[in-house]
């Protein structure tokens, strides 16, 4: 990654070693942060996490916190472990395991992101084609045309770099927590007490489903770290803040982890249990089974004609803030493959037209796939779950016991936390596409 860019983010009025004073980068990254994970993702999520009744919805709240900052920030210290300040994390892999087994992970790394970057278009497309339809009653362009004009209004915003793209999902954050945090609110005086129906251990077996509370949680998880993810922009958001902090950069990193993941959780678990005391576990199912947002059920449920038309703007600016850092992540992989095939070769390409061919190259297939509309891309999705938990849970605590430079952080009970929850998403994703 260009290291002109990252480090523009960073004031000169400071020195490196004053890494305790906290800085507008910081809260401009912190929000960026924020921005990547709480995406389209989140308006599924309390389907999932409440189906199975109160007692899973509370473990997974417990949870969410220390299982999506501790695997976040193992994979920032990753990355901030290369020799290199400039270096992203497709050429720390390659640093740290060598140029065969670089080349798979920055493979790897690049398809557990752009799958997620296809399912952006199309949802994309999607909310505004039914918007126009169904809130302004009127016919939609031809799909092709309207994807290509959306596609390419969101792209508009990458060509004025990574600097610009931060700050973009740093101010699309603000009127979204905003009109999620008053739909949550909102939604207050349909609370009832159904899913208090469900506390209790003898319950297990839940009257919506024929599996077991365990079973349930198990299989939720996948969809808290999908939810959760912004391992997309995680290795930009490290190469900046050692530009501008030096070796004081893991220090400040996790501190802007902590805050911007205390921020997740509590709006995003607000929002899920606003969402599932307003209904009950049957609902839930109902919504699970129809394969709709919440936000779509909700409005359907209650007829409520402010929830039919806040839904799409608040789903238009999900998915925007999160096609947007997981294109820095499919970008980076993108042009870490072509680096490391072209560098095979003993060739090479100028930084500025190798970001043209990635851009050319994410143009072109995102707008062919939210044209085509395939139904496949859930499947996709599934599989690039397993992946994005590997990538950001099992290969930083992997290298922690395989790399000089991470051994300073062995023997953390986090360690193994992380590991295990990992390890659970990884088997639960593949069992939900089996």
Sequence with gaps: MDTSQTSSIASSAYSKSDYSTWRKSDTVWMLGLYGTAI?????????????????????????????????????????????????????????????????FITILYFFAIYPILLVYSVALTNTVESFITHQLHMNAPPRALLALILILGVMSIIRFGEKTIVKAMSVLVFPFVTVLMLLALYLIPNWNTAIFDTFSLESSLSSTSNHGM?????L?????????????????????????????????????????????????MFFVFSCVLSLTPENLAEAKA?????????????????????????????????????????????????NKALNAQGKSLQHRTLNRITSLFMLISAWIVATLNPSILNIIESLGGPIIAMILFIMPMYAIYKVPAMRKYAGKPSNIFVVVTGSVAISAAIYSVI
């Design 39 to 103: 995406g389209a993702g989140v308006l599924f999520l309390p389907i999932n996490a409440g189906i199975g009744g109160l007692i899973p919805l509370i473990i997974m709240a417990l949870l969410a916190l220390p299982m999506t900052f501790f695997a976040h920030r193992g994979m920032c210290r990753f990355v901030l472990s290369g020799k290199n300040s400039g270096e992203d994390i497709t050429g720390v892999v390659e640093e740290h395991f060598g140029k065969v087994a670089g080349f």
């Design 214 to 218: 365990l079973f349930t949680l198990w």
């Design 290 to 338: 129809q394969n709709i947002t919440i936000l779509s059920y909700l409005a359907n449920h209650f007829n409520a004609p402010v929830i039919a038309y806040v839904a799409p703007f608040i789903a238009f600016i999900a998915i925007t803030k999160s096609f947007l850092g997981h294109y820095l992540g499919a970008r980076e992989g993108f042009n870490g493959i072509i």
């Design 220 to 268: 939720a998880i996948p969809v808290m770290v999908f939810s959760f993810n912004h391992s997309p922009i995680i290795s930009a958001f490290a190469v900046a803040k050692r530009e501008e902090y030096g070796e004081n950069a893991e220090k400040k990193c996790s501190r802007i982890l902590a805050y911007a993941h205390i921020m997740m959780v509590l709006t995003v």
